[in-house]
């Protein structure tokens, strides 16, 4: 039998199968996921936030030091970043799924996590690029640096571009995936 015989058998076959997945096996499979998932933002979170308060520390100590005003405002930039980035996190902590929800209340709680992701890295300019950039900017004016006042935005338009790439290479796949699934929930249900 050649490869055209089959390809043309195959094309003919009946299109009736099914197939079917134990919810409880699905339910596991989504669950470590989602633990994936939840590990990686936390520590992503940890790294930031404990980097964000480092940096207030040692723009304080400067600060005080050589009593720059920039300085000081850097530091209550690193500190809004950083206490934006825990206090965001225990808000989400009370949404996450608990182990006994159902599948579909455990997609649809995963998928609201996803959102919520998405819409913090949609709005990461507003909220972390844009304060530690203005303030990298006051500084380097204060100190008459244009060529590092350029970096500073390249560097903060490249913070800005790798956390949407990220909504498109890595969250909004999770999101469709999630989407289907539902979607697949609730027509089983009907």
Request: proline letters at 3%.
């Amino acid at each position: 039998m050649t490869f055209d015989e089959l390809q043309n058998r195959w094309k003919y076959q009946k299109n009736d199968f099914k197939l079917k997945i134990e919810p409880d096996i699905l339910l596991r499979e989504v669950q470590r996921n989602q633990r994936n998932f939840e590990s990686t933002i936390f520590w992503r979170d940890v790294r930031e936030a404990g980097i964000g308060l480092l940096l207030v520390a040692v723009f304080l100590y400067f600060g005080i030091k050589s009593g720059l005003w920039p300085l000081y405002l850097l530091a209550i930039l690193c500190l809004w970043v950083s206490v934006f980035i825990i206090v965001d996190r225990i808000l989400q902590k009370r949404r996450q799924p608990c182990s006994s929800d159902s599948l579909f209340g455990f997609v649809n709680s995963s998928l609201g996590q996803i959102n919520h992701q998405i819409w913090l890295l949609r709005n990461v300019l507003w909220w972390y690029v844009a304060p530690i950039g203005v303030g990298m900017i006051i500084w380097f004016s204060s100190r008459s640096s244009l060529i590092d006042i350029v970096v500073v935005i390249f560097l903060s338009l490249g913070v800005y571009w790798l956390n949407q790439w990220a909504i498109r290479k890595e969250l909004a796949p999770r999101k469709h995936e999630l989407e289907e699934l539902l979607n697949s929930l609730k027509n089983s249900k009907d």
